[in-house]
């Protein structure tokens, strides 16, 4: 079965360094979700894609997070400088479109951020 | 705000217990809920979602949840919990923007 690709699994850097992370989702789901979990609480939204364009990146901060998709397809979010409050799992999520939409999220294994 | 609230930050049962963990919801007239599994390390599953009709909501891993308009709940439940069910559960809501709330761990003893 498909599923929503996320590198790396895990990702150690010190504070003030740059990260990036990578997600693949499902192909043709056109929906792509960049969630932020910090340990013991709920996926927060950071930025919600519909094909290659920007739905709602109203939680991203963004004097230090960008999130593209360029092509419509693969996704990068990336963080510059990193600070010791970004450490959380950074998960993607994915979800078809159109009349085939069921309101369900797929979901990759997520990228877990420590910051030092 | 429309968002969910998880009471519950822990429930401990014993296996072959039944199970209920709570989530209550402040959304619009219908709302689109859902629950979602997250075992240690791993990403989240889909258990089941409400948006209307039937309240009784089956999912998978025989789990179900019940739309109560009267309470703003939709609570999941389980007959019979499995060891296997230890993991971290999450209600939310929204079609479009899915949110979620903090959580509830199950824990399960032998």
């Known amino acids: 079965e498909a599923e929503v690709a996320q590198s790396p699994r895990y990702k150690i850097t010190e504070k003030s360094q740059a990260v990036a992370f990578w997600c693949d989702p499902i192909?043709?789901?056109?929906?792509l979700y960049w969630y932020r979990q910090i340990l013991g609480q709920g996926p927060e939204l950071l930025v919600q894609?519909?094909?290659?364009?920007?739905?709602?990146d109203s939680q991203l901060p963004k004097d230090r997070f960008s999130a593209e998709r360029l092509k419509g397809v693969d996704s990068t979010l990336k963080i510059q400088p990193a600070e010791l409050g970004d450490s959380a799992m950074y998960l993607c999520?994915?979800?078809?479109?159109?009349?085939?939409?069921?309101?369900?999220?797929?979901f990759g294994e997520g990228s877990r951020l420590t910051v030092l | 705000a429309q968002s969910v609230t998880q009471p519950d930050i822990h429930i401990t049962v014993s296996e072959g217990a039944s199970l209920e963990l709570r989530c209550n919801y402040s959304?619009?007239?219908?709302?689109?809920l859902f629950w979602y599994v997250q075992s240690p390390g791993q990403g989240l599953q889909l258990l089941l979602k409400?948006?209307?009709?039937?309240?009784l909501v089956q999912g998978i891993k025989g789990f179900e949840a019940e739309f109560k308009r009267s309470q703003s709940s939709f609570n999941l439940r389980k007959p019979s919990v499995h060891w296997s069910d230890a993991a971290e559960y999450f209600c939310?809501?929204?079609?479009?923007?899915?949110?979620f709330g903090r959580g509830t761990s199950l824990i399960v003893h032998p």
């Open positions: 999520a994915s979800r078809r479109g159109g009349v085939e939409n069921t309101g369900e999220l797929f």
């Open positions: 192909s043709g789901h056109a929906t």
């Open positions: 894609f519909q094909d290659e364009s920007v739905v709602d």
């Open positions: 959304y619009g007239a219908t709302p689109y």
């Open positions: 409400y948006f209307s009709g039937d309240t």
């Open positions: 939310g809501g929204g079609s479009y923007i899915p949110t």
